[in-house]
T-cell receptor
Framework: EDQVTQSPEALRLQEGESSSLNCSYTVSGLRGLFWYRQDPGKGPEFLFTLYSAGEEKEKERLKATLTKKESFLHITAPKPEDSATYLC???????????FGRGTSLIVHP | DADVTQTPRNRITKTGKRIMLECSQTKGHDRMYWYRQDPGLGLRLIYYSFDVKDINKGEISDGYSVSRQAQAKFSLSLESAIPNQTALYFCATGGQQNQPQHFGDGTRLSIL
């Protein structure tokens, strides 16, 4: 059974204070690891897909990295508009359905 | 226009009522999903469908049923609503060939 654990559950940062969110996973044959952003009252919005260890993807202040056991979402010099819940999901070779973590709620104070 | 549209966006109803939530998509995807989201519990899969003739139960299907009326339409029904079904409900499409899913903006359902 695929498992995903995200930490921390909640994170408060000051504007400009860089940090990282963690997604630890166990999966049989990783097919893809997905990061989503979810704003209050909205559905999750796709950010990145990572397929193999060592891969990195970047978008504005966000950078996602992947190892064989975990993924990090690095946030550089965050702004208040980066406040959201960030979800991680994995799809393994033994499942047709992605498994989601419970998310990290990020608040960036001005 | 949104790629995945859910109706209604909000619904308040009483225990015992039958409720239908609807989802339509314009992305042309074969796969569609229904999730519920509760604080602290994350997204939990209710039902999923890989094509019009395929319906599968997710981890929490008890008390729910679905209908795939067309490739673009997937509806979720609560036959006799109960208060612990109060939650945010999301429809999603995609996910084939290790591609990401695309979500609607959800239905906030309250059962009194």
């Amino acid at each position: 059974e695929d498992q995903v654990t995200q930490s921390p559950e909640a994170l408060r940062l000051q504007e400009g204070e860089s940090s990282s969110l963690n997604c630890s996973y166990t999966v049989s044959g990783l097919r893809g690891l997905f990061w989503y952003r979810q704003d209050p009252g909205k559905g999750p919005e796709f950010l990145f897909t990572l397929y193999s260890a060592g891969e990195e993807k970047e978008k504005e202040r966000l950078k996602a990295t992947l190892t064989k056991k975990e993924s990090f979402l690095h946030i550089t010099a965050p702004k208040p508009e980066d406040s959201a819940t960030y979800l991680c999901a994995v799809q393994g070779g033994g499942s047709y359905i992605p498994t989601f973590g419970r998310g990290t709620s990020l608040i960036v104070h001005p | 226009d949104a790629d995945v549209t859910q109706t209604p966006r909000n619904r308040i109803t009483k225990t015992g009522k039958r409720i239908m939530l609807e989802c339509s998509q314009t992305k042309g995807h074969d796969r569609m999903y229904w999730y519920r989201q509760d604080p602290g519990l994350g997204l939990r899969l209710i039902y999923y469908s890989f094509d019009v003739k395929d319906i599968n139960k997710g981890e929490i299907s008890d008390g729910y049923s679905v209908s795939r009326q067309a490739q673009a339409k997937f509806s979720l029904s609560l036959e006799s609503a109960i208060p612990n079904q109060t939650a945010l409900y999301f429809c999603a499409t995609g996910g084939q060939q290790n591609q990401p899913q695309h979500f609607g903006d959800g239905t906030r359902l309250s059962i009194l």
